[in-house]
């Protein structure tokens, strides 16, 4: 039931109509005109490619909801012999559910898992850039508690972590249940709750003694077998009671963990779990210690998670603590919700109120959101002409180009712009979950337009509307936006041939400080130092060069740019790159982490420049018996493409393992811009150049050879790419938000292959050296480390020898049932401020330092690294294996734990997942979608694909690869049955003759209808 207006300023509906201003004029005409019944909206997605209804958007007609009593009524008369029972349990993890009104049963409980497509090890083997911090570096241990959390409801179940067996992980639930998991990932832990190991004893035995050869894990856990609640009373009752000490402090404190706005910066931020207690709670809770104990955090937890206005929780980095990190939304962000719904809310009573009395209030908000309503409607109608909407999660591409000159400009008011800002924040940003009440109102702004009749009004169609309207591009990547972190502005016409924003282009170019290290560096003038990289590279961040001692050892000198000798950590520059964390290489939407164009000016590599040098001595049999770090200046600097480069040191090029599959749609650009650098060709080069680098590529091929006998992955899968022009497309902004696009991007989609292994060998030495020089002299920086359990390292070296390597040699792409046991083995990768073995890159220790002006992680090190050079040069002493920490470095090891390093976890990881996954799959998507619904280079899509399932969920999707660019895909129960197959005709490892059925944009999935069982 719809709420009354608690307004008490009643005005007569006569004199509201007789009133002067033309919006009170129209609001009168808007409340005498015949309301119609809205045409419903519960057909899927599935409509046709033809535009949608249009009404005339100059009309002020509006329709009137019917109460949903009658529509209930009027479709029972309808359907008299279809009705049936409605299903018990939770929905599909993913959809919107209604957990508001309809009551959760535990026994329909689902746990909330991530998603395929973020799992680490789905990156790990393309190359070792590619290595995330990912969620399999929350590692549990026995005797940690946990909070589940439902996947489709709102309940949460506690349940302690009972250990690791043959790899499935297994938990005892504060509902007396048992179940297991290969990636579950709490989102809050408690570790060593349980401090005794043998109070696990009985429950653990009694799982095992029901783990027989013949049951497998999942089926134990679907015929409830393994421990009772009397066996587990012991672990019930610690649970309840860390529950009741939990609600107890917040029913204490509910005002203010209720009110966290009062307490909280009204800016947006990210802030950890411990961060927000002690922003909302008194520090006698703590009593006496450091931190709030477990049960004070899991209050605050508790009620934090549940408020969906002002916090959201970060998932898909690793736990800080005891908990994920959550960005918190601005002031403005809070109160705009809140407004938007109470607007919404508002117009609908306003509709249906058919008493003679009206506040004014009331009125003025329906004529506001009323006037919102018809710009809306001219902007998409003016879209429609030039795009077609479509049901896959995009509009079509451009079918007319439109004279800008004939173009009525769109002007948004104030509330408009406040509607726009939540939709963009319902549809873009996937602010609110799958059980959050504020999709409603999502869906009340489409059902008020009236121009998606007959489709789903979801977060989909909610996106489609902000194209429509110009608020965003048409082949805008929505990954951009519910990627975003707290501080990093998401520029929503990147690429496009438009004027900069005034606010950027009034700002006032940076100040560099002095060279802090000018009387240190050494000139590198006797060698040639040659900087490897793409003809298009605009930041070069590193060279090499060789230098021969008497002895037959080389030294191998890489040469990395130095912008922390003149950008200080506490700078305005410093600050706003520690937001970013990197530069961001997405197709179309590239962006640097320094916007200034003179640090690029001053420290991208070329004669003259300075850098910071990591030098280490390699034998001829790839031994590095000596190293150190020198500041420099360059002079003799070459510039030299790795195909380039593979041609002189004569690198064989076997294409025998990679695919050939190429699609391309769109005009593709005309070649006319000239490289950014001079670049030199092989037949310019000396007898020294050339020897040179055929001397680096010997070098490079023994260090690598020694790091694959210590465990280091020995090839990397070529995986697909898609390159993206904006040449052709030319932009149109129509009103100061709202834009219009001629032309639509060029994309091409291909595999990429690392065809500079020398750079990757050598860089590699790099990171070795800064490793090694640091921690000899305790300095903290972020090293980086893996996270492998030392019981496992028997297990993961066979499963590496005798499964994984093999494959990878082959240059076949490891199966999913593989990666998962990869990464349950290897335990995940961080950043830490001790150094520790990294296998995987056959390193003892390892720091990434090789991309200052490309990674802030890298220009940490450096900041560090160069206070260290600074305070040895001082004292004439060296630091080596002293203990207490000089004075002078920027950050302690306290500072880099607590305060920068989750910080850059969580913002590595999302920039990472988005460039290298997300927003690679969503433009190559859009490239499928291109050509097989609209027809562009068509022939370039085989007509069935082999599809290779990998996981089976009964009644509701089988999902697995298809063979083409090895992109994820489903079969919905409609596919299955479209097939003429059943459930039980497929098994997990089959292969299956596919056609598509349905590409998914905003979703990034596509759909198959099987054809024929393969193998």
């Known amino acids: 039931m719809l709420r009354s207006s608690s307004s008490r300023n009643y005005v007569c509906w006569r004199c509201l109509s007789q009133q002067t201003k033309p919006s009170d004029r129209l609001l009168s005409q808007l409340r005498r005109t015949p309301l119609q019944s809205y045409p419903s909206s519960s057909s899927s997605s599935s409509s046709s490619l033809s ?114 067996f043959n790899g499935h992980s297994h938990y005892y639930t504060s509902t007396g249940k048992w179940f297991i998991s290969q990636s579950f990932y709490p989102g809050f832990v408690v570790k060593k709750f349980i401090k005794d190991p043998s109070e696990l004893r009985t429950i653990v035995d009694a799982i095992l003694a029901q783990s027989t050869s013949e049951v497998v894990p999942d089926e134990l856990q679907d015929l409830n077998l393994g ?85 959201n929780r970060l998932i898909r980095a690793r736990r800080h603590h005891e908990s994920h990190l959550f960005a918190v939304n601005s002031l403005k962000t809070q109160r705009n919700i809140i407004e938007v719904e109470d607007l919404l809310r508002t117009f609908y009573e306003f509709l249906g109120n058919n008493s003679s009395k009206i506040s004014r209030n009331s009125a003025t908000k329906a004529m506001q959101f009323r006037d919102f309503i018809l710009q809306a409607r001219k902007a998409i109608d003016q879209s429609r002409t030039s795009r077609v909407w479509s049901p896959h999660g995009t509009i079509s591409p451009c079918k007319k180009e439109l004279d800008p000159s004939t ?197 991208s590599l070329s004669a003259n420049q300075p850098t910071l040098t990591f030098s280490g001595l390699v034998t001829e049999d790839g031994q590095i018996v000596d190293y150190k770090i020198t500041p420099g200046i360059l002079r003799d600097v070459v510039c030299i493409t790795p195909e380039d480069v593979n041609s002189i040191c004569g690198v064989p090029f076997d294409h025998s393992h990679l695919q050939s599959a190429v699609l391309e749609v769109g005009t593709p650009p005309e070649p006319t811009k ?156 961080d950043m830490a401020t001790t150094p520790g073995p990294v296998p995987m890159m056959g390193l003892d220790c390892y720091a990434k330092v090789t991309s200052p002006l490309r990674r802030f992680p890298d220009l940490i090190a450096h900041w560090q690294i160069e206070a260290a050079i600074l305070e040895e040069h001082k004292s004439g002493e060296s630091l080596v294996g002293q203990k207490a920490l000089p004075p002078s470095l920027h950050f302690s090891k306290e500072d880099l734990e607590e305060r920068v390093l989750p910080m850059l976890r969580v913002r590595e990881r999302y920039f990472k997942s988005l460039d290298n996954q997300e927003g690679n799959r969503s433009w190559i998507l859009q490239a499928m979608l291109r050509a097989w619904k609209f027809g562009e280079n068509k022939e370039s899509i085989p007509k069935t694909f082999r599809f290779h399932v990998t996981k089976i969920v009964p009644k509701v999707f089988v999902s697995g690869e298809i063979d083409w660019f090895g992109l994820r895909a489903q079969m919905t129960v409609d596919d299955v049955q479209d097939g003429g197959m059943r459930f039980a005709d497929f098994e997990e490892g089959m292969t299956v003759e596919v056609e598509i059925s349905d590409i998914h944009l905003f979703d990034a999935m596509i759909d198959v209808k099987p054809l024929r069982i393969i193998q």
């Open 227 to 311: 421990p009772t609640r009397d066996t587990g009373s012991s672990l019930l009752y610690q649970l309840h009671k860390f529950h009741i000490d939990s609600r107890l402090i917040r029913q204490t404190y509910v005002e203010r963990l209720s009110q966290p706005d009062k307490r909280l910066s009204p800016e947006e931020k990210v802030m950890s779990l411990r961060e927000i207690a002690d922003a909302l709670l008194p520090v006698n809770l703590k009593r006496g210690k450091k931190t709030f104990p477990p049960e004070v955090l899991y209050a605050v937890y508790t009620t934090i998670k549940a408020d969906e206005v002002t916090f």
């Open 407 to 603: 173009l009525e400009p769109i002007e948004w008011s104030d509330s408009g712009l406040a509607v726009i800002e939540f939709m963009q924040q319902w549809a873009a940003v996937a602010a609110f979950g799958p059980i959050s009440r504020y999709h409603w109102v999502g869906a009340s702004v489409l059902r008020a337009i009236g121009r998606y009749a007959g489709v789903q009004l979801d977060r989909t169609t909610g996106w489609t509307f902000l194209q429509e309207i110009g608020w965003v591009s048409p082949w805008d990547i929505p990954w951009r936006y519910s990627m975003r972190l707290p501080g990093v502005e998401v520029n929503r016409y990147s690429g496009l041939n438009l004027p900069e924003p005034k606010a950027e282009a009034d700002t006032a170019p940076a100040e560099l400080a002095e060279d802090q290290l000018a009387h240190l560096r050494q000139e590198f003038a006797r060698e040639t130092v040659y900087c490897i990289d793409s003809e298009s590279t605009l930041d070069v961040d590193d060279g090499v060069s060789l230098e021969a001692t008497p002895d037959g050892k080389h030294w191998i000198h890489v040469h990395v740019a130095d912008p922390a000798s003149r950008i200080r950590p506490d700078s305005p520059m410093a600050e706003a790159a520690a937001l970013k964390a990197q530069s961001q290489y997405l197709a179309g939407f590239n962006s640097t982490m320094f916007k200034d164009k003179i640090v690029r000016e001053t420290f």
């Open 51 to 164: 535009s949608l209804p249009i009404r005339s958007h100059s009309t002020v007609t509006l329709f009137r909801e019917q109460t949903i009593r009658n529509e209930l009524a009027q479709w029972e008369r309808e359907n008299t012999k279809v009705i049936s029972p409605a299903a018990f349990g939770d929905g599909v993890q993913g959809n919107v559910t209604n957990s508001v009104t309809r009551a959760s049963a535990d026994a329909s409980f689902q746990i909330e898992l991530p998603d395929d497509s973020d799992s680490t090890s789905a990156s790990i083997f393309n190359s070792f850039d590619d290595v995330d911090l990912g969620l399999a570096g929350a590692v549990l241990q026995a005797g940690d508690l946990v909070q589940i959390d439902a996947a489709t409801s709102r309940l949460q179940i506690l349940a302690v972590c009972l250990g690791n």
């Open 674 to 829: 000239p490289p950014p650098r001079i670049m030199v060709k092989p037949s310019e080069l000396s007898a020294t150049h050339i020897a040179d680098l055929k001397m680096l590529s010997k070098l490079a091929d023994a260090l690598h050879q020694n790091r694959l006998a210590k465990g280091a992955v020995p090839y990397f899968v070529p995986k697909p790419v898609a390159k993206v022009s904006l040449d052709n497309v030319n932009a149109i902004q129509v009103g100061g938000d709202s834009i219009r696009c001629n032309g639509d991007p060029f994309i091409q989609v291909a595999y990429e292959l690392n065809i500079s292994e020398l750079v990757s060998r050598l860089m590699l030495v790099a990171g070795e050296v800064a490793a090694r020089w640091c921690s000899e002299r305790n300095i903290p920086i972020p090293y980086r480390v893996q996270l492998t359990d030392p019981k496992n390292q028997a297990a993961l070296d066979a499963f590496n020898r005798d499964v994984l390597y093999p494959q990878l040699a082959a240059g076949k792409k490891p199966s999913p049932a593989d990666l998962t046991t990869y990464r349950n083995l290897i335990g995940g990768f």
